[in-house]
């Protein structure tokens, strides 16, 4: 019964796992002998966003570009969420890319459930029954009045035909009332962008590196025996910022894809919405083996990016734009270690 879907079934459940989780200046002139990007890339436009539709070909922002002696390592930030319409024009990165050694490509989950048909159907039906909240609960048990009523009135704009999402459990609900917010603001995922750097660094034979953050059966067996009773604490916070969040939103998010569409680094960097990710994370802390792989797979990250500045002339990486722009994230870092930044 499972055997033709069990893909779909293993993704699923993998998506639970990581639903708690959603998945871190100036320049000077090139030296002599190193690739150059082309001059596009280091001049980005600014965009008066509010009433611009972004459709067709972008080339999004421009590259950043990390020194170290006379190595450098091309950096891209890729996004969350791009406009609907909006195709990315890969072209000159990729004259960038084929200059490099290697790519470092940013972290992604690897679920590890096996094939297993009796296993897989076991935790698919795990998996169902806790999406629920349990004894006829809902979510307005869970919550106070005041919290209850603001979410009604984000499942009123979002989701006005939908009652049953009161039932859901917090990580459910979040996730529904998010998925809608992101088709009313005609928005799709970003994850395409990174996609197409790692196929044309494939065709070129290019050295691909990339940490993993590692999903096993006993991770899952873990959140699925963490989510069958009443929501916790960290789960019901987990909830309580996502709402914050799309009532903060108004229309953020297009403007952020928007921004990386343009080029538009500094509208990016202006564009704060409540860190869901950061809060939700929360919801993990009695699964230390995932905590354990989350931090393991940056450092992985970084260690890589270490690397391949000693070891290549020009090399590649990328990393989402919410952690190379974060306050303490990846620009930071590289920052602190003694690499040399330039870009927007």
């Known amino acids: 019964m499972y055997q033709g879907t069990g893909v779909n079934v293993r993704s699923g459940i993998a998506v639970l796992a990581l639903l708690a989780i959603g ?9 002599a002998g190193l690739a150059t990007a082309p001059p596009e890339l280091l001049t980005a436009p600014t965009e008066q966003l509010d009433e611009v539709t972004v ?12 020194r170290r002696g006379d190595h450098v390592m091309w950096l891209l930030g890729t ?34 459930l096996g094939y297993n048909v009796v296993r897989l159907a076991r935790l698919y039906r795990e998996w169902r029954r806790v999406r629920v909240l349990p004894d006829g609960v809902t979510l307005a048990d869970v919550l106070d009045h005041n919290w209850f009523a603001r979410l009604e009135a984000q499942r009123q704009r979002l989701l006005p035909g939908d009652s049953l999402v ?33 196929k044309l660094a494939r065709a070129q034979r290019m050295p691909v590196t990339r940490a993993t953050i590692e999903i096993r059966t006993q991770d899952v067996d ?33 403007l952020r894809a928007r921004a990386w569409a343009v080029g538009d680094v500094a509208t990016l960097r202006k564009l704060v919405v409540p860190n869901v990710r950061a809060v939700c994370t929360d919801v993990l802390s009695l699964i230390p ?13 970084l260690d890589a990016t270490h690397r391949v500045l000693n ?12 952690d190379i722009l974060a306050p ?15 870009g927007p």
């Open 289 to 301: 083996s995932l905590q354990a792989a989350l931090q393991s797979a940056n450092q992985q990250w």
């Open 328 to 342: 303490d994230g990846v620009l930071k870092v590289l920052r602190d270690r003694g690499d040399v930044i330039e």
């Open 222 to 254: 873990a959140v699925l025996k963490q989510l069958a009773g009443m929501p916790g604490a960290a789960e019901v916070n987990c909830l309580k910022t996502g709402i914050e969040s799309l009532e903060t939103d108004q229309g953020t998010s297009a």
């Open 23 to 31: 998945s871190g200046a100036g320049g000077a002139e090139p030296e």
């Open 311 to 322: 070891e290549r002339p020009i090399s590649f990486a990328v990393r989402s734009i919410e």
């Open 79 to 112: 996004p969350d969420l791009l406009p609907e319409k909006m195709q990315w024009e890969s072209s000159d990165v990729a004259g960038v890319l084929a200059t490099a050694g290697e790519l470092v490509m940013e972290p992604r989950f690897d679920a590890r």
């Open 166 to 198: 009161v039932r859901q459990r917090p990580l459910m609900a979040m996730t529904q009332l998010f998925e809608a917010d992101r088709a009313q603001q005609r928005l799709r995922s970003g994850r395409s962008v990174g996609a197409t750097v790692e």
């Open 55 to 66: 459709e067709g070909r972008w080339k999004g922002p421009q590259l950043w570009r990390i």
